[in-house]
């Protein structure tokens, strides 16, 4: 006789994180949650500046900013910014941050 026990259905996001490790697209959904996080990470202050674009698939965050005494400002605190966004990231860190005068 066939055992047939009634298993239950697992949790989706239990199976979803399961795919994006087996399939390697953790790493990139990691960086991409720079984007909407992007507020919390920086304050207000920064945000209200500042719009997040995109990350490519090598780690660069691309960031627009409305003027140039900003982007010279957050250059300088690129580290510190880059501290804030990988404090609790275990895969796909952000390497570095472009900052693209916005027109």
């Known amino acids: 006789?066939?055992?047939?026990?009634?298993?239950?259905?697992?949790?989706?996001?239990?199976?979803?994180?399961?795919?994006?490790?087996?399939?390697?697209?953790?790493?990139?959904v990691e960086q991409a949650t720079a984007i909407p996080d992007w507020k919390k990470l920086v304050g207000a202050?920064?945000?209200?500046?500042?719009?997040?674009?995109s990350v490519s698939a090598s780690g660069i965050l691309f960031v627009a900013v409305k003027t140039s005494a900003w982007m010279n400002?957050?250059?300088?605190?690129?580290?510190?910014?880059?501290?804030?966004?990988?404090?609790?990231?275990?895969?796909?860190q952000i390497k570095k941050i472009r900052f693209r005068l916005t027109r």
């Open 73 to 92: 400002e957050l250059s300088l605190m690129e580290p510190e910014l880059l501290r804030a966004i990988n404090k609790n990231k275990t895969a796909g």
């Open 1 to 28: 006789m066939k055992d047939e026990r009634k298993s239950r259905p697992g949790k989706i996001g239990d199976a979803l994180k399961d795919y994006l490790r087996s399939s390697g697209l953790e790493p990139r």
């Open 45 to 53: 202050q920064i945000a209200a500046v500042t719009e997040p674009i």
